[in-house]
């Protein structure tokens, strides 16, 4: 018997992000950043297990959390996933989803080991920085990957081929990494991280390896640019910037810091709502709203509704790019979909990125 969720978490029409706003008769408003919220490896991840829920039934596994946002592991898990540490919890023969923060080789392997089903919804921007691990590996580069060691993201890009990869946390770490050959060095990093805090890193180990090699293309994913985008045009119009998501989320961590490096008088990180402490915006006049990028639209909305009962009724956009992009379900999941008759979207193939950061005063009416 499927489980069927009432709402889908997934999906851009499950939480339009439309704002309805009226005038503040004290000036009071909110500058609501966009782009903001769910990334497209997010919704694709998050649609999968939905979707196998509903093909499969309950229960289906997930390695780790699907993504880093505790309400939405909390209403996965009861609509019948079950969230695991690692796959020797899932029992053999059974189903289980890998997060959109993508595994090593080592876990495909074991997972193959026990029979698993398994259903990678490992994000294609995170799996695009895996290939490029194999391949300068396989030339025999010393390869420097930027990131936070222990992170998941990390772990499993390092699993590619872990006698060739180092991790640089941060500037220390790059003044300090030993490599083989300093003319056969090539950086790459986790897809989550600040654009400024990476590019920092990256010249400061261009100091030591002077030929240091850049990766084919930026490993820092669109919506990750985006949303520090959104958040540097809007900060230093707010008093306060709120930022929406979990302690756990790399991105949602980045853009609380970027906030306050971009000028915002203050700025809060909250997992909902409720975690709102009115004491924060006594004085202000302009509240700042963003999420990080595994934030469903809803726990948005509910910040803003709670500012509105404080007087701050008057919402504008401060948008500084257009996102049109999707990606289809795993392959297997899409197959047996479409085996049961279900009609499975096409991805957007063609992501159109309109930036506007410069004029994002122009675009936020009155400033």
Request: aromatic share 4%.
């Amino acid at each position: 018997m499927s489980t069927k969720p009432a709402v889908s978490l997934a999906g851009a029409s499950a939480f339009p992000t439309h704002i309805e706003s009226t005038p503040s008769p004290e000036g009071k408003k909110i500058l609501l950043a966009t782009p903001r919220g769910y990334c497209a490896g997010v919704d694709r991840a998050v649609d999968a297990v939905e979707k196998a829920l509903e093909l499969y039934g309950a229960p289906v596994y997930v390695r780790k959390e699907i993504v880093h946002n505790k309400f939405v592991v909390e209403t996965l898990t009861q609509r019948g996933a079950i969230f695991v540490h690692d796959t020797d919890e899932v029992p053999e023969g059974a189903r289980v989803v890998f997060s959109a923060h993508g595994v090593s080789p080592q876990v495909h392997q074991q997972a193959e080991q026990r029979h698993l089903l398994t259903i990678d919804a490992t994000c294609p921007l995170v799996t695009k920085v895996h290939k490029q691990a194999v391949r300068f590996a396989g030339d025999d580069y010393d390869i420097l990957l930027i990131g936070h060691e222990g992170h998941e993201e990390v772990e499993g890009t390092q699993g590619e081929a872990p006698e060739h990869i180092q991790v640089v946390n941060d500037v220390e770490d790059a003044r300090t990494v030993q490599v083989h050959d300093p003319d056969r060095v090539v950086w790459i990093s986790q897809t989550t991280l600040s654009v400024d805090e990476t590019q920092v890193i990256v010249r400061a180990l261009r100091q030591r390896f002077p030929n240091l090699i850049d990766p084919p293309s930026d490993d820092i994913c669109y919506a990750t640019q985006n949303r520090q985008g959104a958040v540097k045009a809007m900060a230093p119009m707010s008093d306060v910037v709120i930022v929406v998501g979990s302690a756990n989320s790399s991105n949602s961590v980045r853009l609380l810091e970027v906030a306050l490096e971009s000028g915002a008088g203050n700025a809060y990180r909250v997992d909902k709502a409720t975690e709102v402490d009115p004491d924060w915006f006594t004085d202000a006049q302009t509240i700042g709203v963003t999420s990080g990028a595994s934030v469903p639209e809803i726990l948005v909305r509910d910040v803003v509704n709670l500012l509105k009962t404080y007087g701050f009724t008057e919402v504008e956009n401060v948008e500084t790019a257009q996102e049109d992009v999707r990606f289809s379900l795993p392959k297997n999941l899409r197959a047996d979909l479409k085996a049961t008759g279900v009609e499975v979207d096409r991805p957007h193939q063609v992501r159109r990125k309109d930036e506007r950061v410069s004029n994002a005063r122009a675009t936020h009416t009155g400033s």
